[in-house]
């Protein structure tokens, strides 16, 4: 049955060059068999039908004109930089104990996790999180007691964005006043003047700059902000757009002892990316990556999905994310939809061809069959699925039939770093990079799941085979992954 598969992948896929070769194989015959006499009567033709020839050659030079002012600017990923927190940020199991052993000697009213059973169900999420011990929280929320001041928070998130632009713009040596775009996306943190201010402030670009912040999109919007500076390149000509993506947690950490909002305190953690964009056609050949997909799902008109993520206050008056029951079902809908509409843009002909007809017998003859899942790995060599949790993880490599080296960097991602949000995907691509895996003319999916609720994807294709970037955060840490979990 496997021969037999291989067999027809390697027929579909070859089909159009098996058609052709007979064709050319008749033309050459037939070429071969003019005579002179035939070659001078064709030029003969043409010479007395100037009017042919010219409206055929006005044709063919209008619709090539058409084709190359109409067709889509290509979007290039010059590079990017992902943010490595300062060593004292770094978290253990035991720091994290500690830290909340001392707030709760304390007594306060930011009391972290009053009550003991909070506190045990806070350590079981934790256990079974999939987080490593060398995470980063902020020096705010590692302060005693916690500092969630609107100080506090500009600190952390000026450290996380500086650091990223910084070292973007060291790799890159492109001129701030070249970029023309900037867009920042931060779901819980946007004061005023807002993050796009900051960092035009920060490296004093130009006047006429395009300025975006994005707000409460969640963990999906860093996608949402690629997709953002893509039709913004395709109407601003020759520039650079910059896109920055992290999330804020000293203003944000939820300290009551709501279960449903204990659950993002387990997870989240600092992080932030700064990724440089180009329409610039003499960029080709040093940028990283092509930009060939993006699609955006939101199902926000369902009631469920609107309010399965919510930020909110709980009995007490204490403001957190709550995640409800529904958020499995939603976002395995959600995340259904946003494929189906993916599959059809990167899928070969042959997986498409067996999706149609086993689709066809399931509705017309046999419901009970199963619906027939692609195989992405036949158009996918890379997969980037946000590291919202283990759980999500799993899932997604069971209903995709990943392997386990495909959802790695995923694994390795949240184990080393945490959920960072926006940023993780970013992460996992420097993940493979930095294992040498990315070779010229793979492609790489970034999938991530938000608030809202949304799905959305990008597709990339390596230009060359990529190495890491100078400052990678995997640069000394990648030979200790992938890790062996034991939960």
């Not at 003969?44 to 109409?70: E, G, K, P, R, W």
């Not at 934790?126 to 929280?137: A, C, N, W």
């Not at 650091?163 to 070249?178: G, S």
């Not at 999938?447 to 085979?465: H, M």
Request: aromatic letters at 10%; hydrophobic letters at 40%.
């Amino acid at each position: 049955m496997a021969n037999v598969k291989l067999i027809y992948y390697y027929l579909i896929t070859h089909l159009f060059k098996l058609c052709l070769f007979p064709l050319i194989a008749f033309v050459a015959i037939k070429t071969s068999n003019l005579k002179q006499e035939d070659v001078q009567n064709l030029w003969f033709h043409f010479q007395h039908n100037i009017i042919t020839l010219t409206i055929f050659s006005a044709v063919v030079t209008f619709v090539s004109a058409m084709y190359f002012v109409t067709r889509p600017r290509p979007v290039y990923l010059v590079d990017y930089s992902c943010h490595l927190p300062p060593q004292h940020q770094k978290v253990t199991v035991q720091k994290i104990v500690d830290n909340i052993n001392k707030n709760r000697e304390l007594g306060t009213s930011t009391t972290l996790l009053a009550e003991d059973s909070s506190l045990d169900f806070f350590f079981r999420v934790l256990e079974r999180s999939g987080l490593g011990e060398e995470t980063y929280l902020p020096d705010a929320i590692l302060n005693v007691p916690p500092l969630q001041t609107m100080v506090a928070a500009r600190e952390e998130t000026e450290q996380v964005i500086f650091d990223a632009i910084d070292n973007l713009l060291a790799n890159t040596k492109v001129n701030t006043r070249d970029i023309g775009i900037i867009i920042v996306n931060s779901s819980l943190f946007n004061p005023t003047p807002s993050l796009s201010a900051m960092v035009v402030n920060k490296y004093k670009l130009r006047s006429n700059i395009k300025s975006f912040s994005l707000g409460g999109m969640g963990c999906s919007a860093g996608v949402i902000a690629i997709d953002l500076a893509k039709d913004l390149l395709q109407v601003h000509k020759n520039t650079y757009a910059l896109v920055v993506s992290t999330e804020n947690l000293s203003r944000n950490m939820y300290i009551g002892d709501n279960r449903s909002m204990l659950v993002t305190n387990c997870l989240f953690r600092v992080g932030g990316a700064a990724i440089l964009l180009s329409n610039k056609s003499g960029d080709r050949r040093r940028s990283k990556y092509k930009l060939l997909h993006t699609v955006r799902t939101h199902t926000g008109a369902d009631d469920k999905s609107f309010r399965c993520v919510q930020q909110q206050d709980d009995e007490s008056g204490k403001t957190g994310v709550s995640l409800t029951k529904d958020i499995t079902s939603v976002a395995s809908r959600t995340i259904t939809k946003n494929i189906a509409t993916l599959g059809p843009l990167v899928l070969p002909v042959s997986e498409k061809i067996l999706f149609f007809i086993t689709y066809i017998h399931k509705n017309f003859f046999d419901d009970k069959i199963k619906h027939y899942v692609p195989d992405f790995k036949r158009a996918i060599d890379h997969f980037c699925i946000h590291a919202g949790g283990r759980a999500l993880i799993d899932e997604l490599e069971k209903n995709l039939g990943l392997l386990p080296i495909d959802v790695e960097p995923s694994r390795s991602t949240l184990h080393r770093f945490g959920n960072t949000s926006s940023s993780s995907i970013w992460y996992e691509l420097a993940y493979t990079e930095a294992k040498g895996r990315m070779k010229k003319g793979n492609k790489a999916w970034q999938i991530a799941l938000g608030s809202g609720f949304k799905c959305n994807s990008a597709v990339w294709v390596a230009l060359r085979n990529v190495n890491p970037s100078v400052n990678s955060p995997w640069e000394h840490c990648v030979a200790k992954y992938p890790v062996k979990l034991d939960i």
